[in-house]
């Protein structure tokens, strides 16, 4: 009698066991909600590839000194290490975890999983080997929104999809090809895809789109009632728009191929006769040229912006965000990929 109580005591300690080994691995595993108003990262970095991201004073980048995969560092560039061995764009931050588009394909038994597919990914800033698939899929643009990642599918028919943080909820958000990348106060705002190039606002928690502006705007970027971008129909000009009662204000003519907007100034690329990397007070005073010539993938932090020469990976300059101009290379990230 008394080994029967004594092996069916321990088998309910070993059921005990099991159910709380259970509980704490799903406590583990669960996703912590974001904070209502999370933005994984801003527009113009987002137009821009989003291969720069900041969050809790530190800098998440795609390194291309290293095939552009994901590194992170202090916003003052020390401290710079590799994450994930895989090449990545339009990086995002929410909470505990980075979601980012994953392109091709590559691995590492020690950085989380030997074979990786194309798609949109989470991982987790402090154990960079948890590394989560949330969607498999051919796209391009990302953006985390609270707790919902949106994103662009191209495989078949063009679609703006949508997947929870967790990677459940899957599915087609908007069934036509937007940039989901511009949001503010729970509303998407891009340039209409059917005919047009006006103005649209959409809310997140569904319904129909409709028009905010009726001038056509290519990158547009929605700060308060007033969206900065660039006017389609006035030889592609830098342009901002108030919201609210449609006044515009011309803050370069020169033509324009690429933006992104920071706390004090716009920078811009510009092209035709006068090719230049530009940045203008948002009043349209002020302006500077940065640099001279052909840039791209303009991406800014709260204390530099980088960019690159136009089909060039590498080297990657930087000026500072505000104060006078001082264009350098990005040293510290070419050294840390050397360091690998």
Known sequence: ??????????????????????????????????PRGTIG?????????????????????ANPYDNNTLYCMRSDESEVKKLVATSVS??????KYLYYYQEGS??????????????????????????????RILGKYVLLVDNSVYYTCSEDNLTTNRVDIDGENKGIFLDSDVLPV??????????????????????LSGGSARQVLNEDLYMPIVEGNTVYGIDIHDDYSLVSVNMTDGTKTVLDHVRTNLINVTDSYIYYQTSGNTQELRRISKDGSNMEVVAQGTYSNINA????????AFNAATPIYKTPVSGPVNVTTFDAAAQAALNQ
């Open 41 to 61: 990262n801003t527009a113009g970095n987002l137009y821009n590839k989003g291969l720069f991201c900041e969050s809790d004073g530190y800098v998440y980048f």
């Open 90 to 95: 339009s990086i995002n931050a929410g909470g």
């Open 182 to 203: 511009c949001v503010q106060d729970s509303t998407f705002y891009f340039p209409n895809s059917d005919g047009n190039l006006h103005l649209m606002a959409l809310s």
């Open 106 to 135: 590559g691995g590492g038994a020690g950085l989380g999983f030997l074979i990786s597919t194309t798609g949109v990914y989470r991982v987790e800033k402090n154990r960079p080997s948890n590394v989560e698939c949330l969607d």
């Open 301 to 308: 932090t709260s204390n530099y912006v980088y960019f690159s």
């Open 1 to 34: 009698m008394k080994n029967k109580v004594i092996a069916i005591t321990t088998i309910i300690c070993i059921i005990l066991l099991c159910c709380a080994g259970g509980f704490y691995m799903k406590m583990r595993s669960r996703i912590p909600e974001n």
